[in-house]
């Protein structure tokens, strides 16, 4: 523990002797990105419009089956954009059936087929990889397929495939190297189950499946395999949802069990082992319930972990610049201008703690920190009242606060909850639920009965919930909102 | 787009073309001798750059729908000019500097290369008239 004192006190000192770097004089950049995805790509973009150097490493480390992806982070090739597209390829399904009672005819019964849909989206995604490669270059910005760590101050290492290393200094650094997904720690995790780094290019289709996790990541994966006609089983610990609206996350786990997804509540797997080779072949769950010593043995084609996702914190040497996490998430805390505790150390996107984990939250935090950089601007990322939408087979879609929240936050006395259900057009004819779509604001009574809370469940939840927004951010109260007139025939107008 | 690094491994082959691996082709139709897939930087400046006939270069992607069109038509009218131009295939997320160094934005790009010059160039699919007239003047002027 002297030792570390003395370190302390002069800590270029020691490393110069142990054979570190010492700051550097001049820099070989402005800016070095480690991380090329959502948030990273539009920092160093954003940079470049200022004439500054910017290096983006960007490396993707395989996952335990072996899968890999191009430049563009999680969203583009594993998160947001194939998942959307497959939400899309189920919704089309359910589409075709109700097309009959429209009056197409069509006699042969509807197939699907997993490797058209996933060769579709993945060349999809291989054209937005090779779009971020040319933006880069056309911005002048340096790319490197690398793996990034810091070996000293303004010092980094980029690794590349063929483990070449090399050397590049910076005057400001940006983290936005993500999370990747998290797994249970169980015999046979790594061995035989996949991830969602994995389903999006999964070469074979993935048959009977078990989701383990109630994420939303879960619940939009267990509905569009089931959405495309797999037998699909979610394994949840606890809640749905956890951190969402959750009279909201049970009405999405209602309608999902209602429509062919089934749920095994409260149990944890303690063990997968391979029954029969194949792809897929056939894995043997064994779960444990969390109420007492009950055990199950169940068989699945496959197995899919949604458990969770971890920051790529780690391994990044953000110790030997001295740049605090939070030890037991891997988290980076960060003030409201997204400098870390090393003043030229910044981060963006997943990895930010309490923070949102959103493509758009990050790109606008990348950006805005460019312009404070570079560009002499003040202004902060707003992180409240951001929207967002849970693509699941009925979709969710909110901004503000969740009912709970609100309650704790303003007391049950000063909220006022306006509800409905309501039945979309579309669903009359062939039938479908007349009772499952709903929306639901939540009014602060003390402040004008401002709309603090928009949660809607029904079609297009998204494109309904992006408008209400941009409201909800100029103040929007009750008595405004009933003084709009709704368009009709549309399901907003509720 | 995504990768499975097992499959990789299993098909190491580099090449994805109807082609053997080393580029050098066998078939007995005129279409393979004068088509190659280029295999790395320099082979691209042997047999492109350095090739004293002239060379249409096809820079495509797994990806890109049109480039599967392209190709194969491309690679008929280039037979049909029994020997006179060469055709060099190259994807360019498998060879990524090369793209970036001929400034390729989108696919299908196709250069039409003489004397290691760029004489000419197009992107996006043509159809087998233009193709056949793209080639003759490559080979006229």
């Given amino acids: 523990s002297v030792q570390a004192h003395k370190e302390e006190e002069n800590p270029q000192k020691t490393m110069e002797v142990n054979g570190f770097m010492p700051v550097p004089d001049s820099y070989d950049y402005d800016l070095i990105v480690i991380g090329g995805g959502s948030g990273g790509l539009a920092a160093a973009k954003e940079a470049a419009k200022y004439e500054k150097k910017v290096m983006v490493l960007d490396f993707v480390m395989p996952t335990p089956q072996g899968s890999s992806w191009g430049l563009g982070g999680t969203c583009v090739n594993v998160g947001c954009i194939p998942k959307k597209l497959m939400h899309q390829a189920a919704l089309l399904g359910q589409a075709l059936q109700d097309s009959r009672k429209f009056g197409w005819q069509f006699t042969e019964e509807v197939k699907h087929n997993w490797m058209t849909m996933t060769e579709s989206v993945q060349n999809y995604i291989g054209s937005l990889n090779w779009g971020y490669r040319v933006a880069l270059r056309d911005k002048k910005v340096t790319y490197e397929n690398a793996y990034g760590e810091f070996v000293g101050p303004h010092t980094i290492k980029a690794t590349n495939k063929k483990g070449v290393e090399k050397l590049y200094t910076a005057e400001t650094f940006i983290i936005a190297t993500g999370e990747r997904p998290r797994y249970l720690g169980i015999p046979g995790d790594k061995e035989y189950c996949i991830s969602s780094d994995d389903l999006f290019s999964l070469p074979y289709c993935p048959g009977r499946t078990l989701v383990v996790g109630a994420s939303y990541v879960a619940l939009e994966c267990a509905g569009f395999l089931a959405g495309l006609g797999l037998d699909v089983t979610v394994m949840v610990r606890s809640i749905l949802l956890r951190g969402f609206d959750q009279d909201m996350a049970n009405r999405i786990g209602e309608y999902m069990k209602e429509h062919g997804v089934s749920f095994i509540r409260e149990f944890v797997p303690i063990k997968v082992e391979r029954v029969e080779e194949g792809n897929p072949g056939i894995l043997k769950v064994s779960a444990k319930s969390t109420r007492g010593d009950q055990i199950i043995e169940v068989e699945y084609n496959t197995v899919l972990l949604a458990i969770g996702r971890d920051p790529c914190t780690r391994k990044i040497g953000l110790d030997k610049v001295g740049v605090n996490i939070n030890e037991r998430t891997g988290k980076i805390p960060v003030n409201d201008e997204e400098q870390t505790n090393v003043p030229y150390i910044y981060a963006v996107g997943d990895i930010l703690q309490d923070k949102l984990e959103l493509t758009p939250v990050a790109i606008q935090a990348g950006r805005l920190l460019v312009q404070r950089l570079y560009a002499g601007t003040t202004t902060k990322c707003d992180y409240v009242n951001v929207p967002t939408t849970v693509f699941t087979p009925l979709e969710y879609g909110a901004c503000g606060y969740p009912e709970e929240t609100a309650v704790e936050k303003f007391g049950e006395e000063n909220i006022e909850v306006y509800h409905s259900n309501f039945w979309p057009l579309e669903w009359t004819v062939p039938s479908r639920d007349n009772n499952k779509c709903y929306a639901k604001i939540i009014c602060n009574t003390q402040d004008n009965e401002r709309v603090i809370g928009f949660h809607v469940l029904g079609p297009n939840a998204g494109e309904v919930t992006q408008g209400f927004a941009a409201a909800i951010k100029c103040g929007l109260t009750k008595e405004q909102l009933d003084s709009t007139v709704g368009i009709h025939p549309v399901c907003a107008e509720v | ?141």
């Fill in chain 2, 1 to 141: 787009m995504a990768q499975r690094l097992a499959l990789q491994r299993l098909l190491a082959l580099p090449t994805r073309g109807p082609l053997a691996s080393h580029g050098r082709a066998f078939g007995t139709s005129p279409g393979r001798r004068n088509t190659f897939n280029v295999q790395d930087g320099s082979d691209f400046q042997d047999r492109v750059v350095n090739s004293p006939k002239p060379v249409v270069v096809d820079f495509h992607a797994q990806w890109c729908g049109p480039c599967k069109i392209l190709g194969p038509r491309l690679e008929k009218l280039v037979a049909k000019q029994e020997g006179k131009v060469l055709m060099a295939k190259v994807d360019i997320d498998d060879h990524t500097d090369l793209a970036i160094e001929y400034e390729v934005s989108a696919v299908p790009t196709v250069l039409a290369m003489k004397n290691g010059d760029v004489v000419d160039k197009f992107v996006g699919i043509k159809d087998e008239d233009q193709l056949e007239a793209f080639l003759k003047k490559l080979i006229g002027a």
